[in-house]
């Protein structure tokens, strides 16, 4: 026997996927996605969703390390600052 959802969670599930629907329709209407979906790579991403998938997952993975790359640089340049002024003042 299946067992029924409380009317409650049905009203949510509905009301939760009104407010997705409505996240994907502003993202669609975004003049700037228009503008890429319109130009040539988009097109082709289009026509080529795991080449996209791909190619979004490898920027996300990229992202930490140069992240952590660029905090280690802006945190060496701070500490090199901080040596220069301290053994200046000496």
């Given at each position: 026997m299946a067992k029924e959802e409380p009317p409650s969670t049905t009203k949510d599930l509905q009301e939760l996927q009104k407010k997705l629907s409505l996240l994907i329709e502003s993202f669609q209407n975004n003049s700037k996605v228009v503008a890429f979906m319109t130009s040539p790579?988009?097109?082709?991403?289009?026509?080529?969703?795991?080449?996209?998938?791909?190619?979004?997952?490898?920027?996300?993975?990229?992202?930490?390390?140069?992240?952590?790359?660029?905090?280690?640089?802006?945190?060496t340049s701070l500490a090199a600052l901080v040596?220069?002024?301290?053994?200046?003042?000496?």
């Amino acid at each position: 026997m299946a067992k029924e959802e409380p009317p409650s969670t049905t009203k949510d599930l509905q009301e939760l996927q009104k407010k997705l629907s409505l996240l994907i329709e502003s993202f669609q209407n975004n003049s700037k996605v228009v503008a890429f979906m319109t130009s040539p790579v988009g097109q082709y991403l289009d026509r080529h969703p795991f080449l996209a998938l791909t190619l979004l997952v490898f920027i996300a993975a990229s992202a930490v390390p140069v992240g952590f790359f660029l905090l280690l640089v802006v945190l060496t340049s701070l500490a090199a600052l901080v040596g220069v002024i301290l053994l200046e003042d000496r």
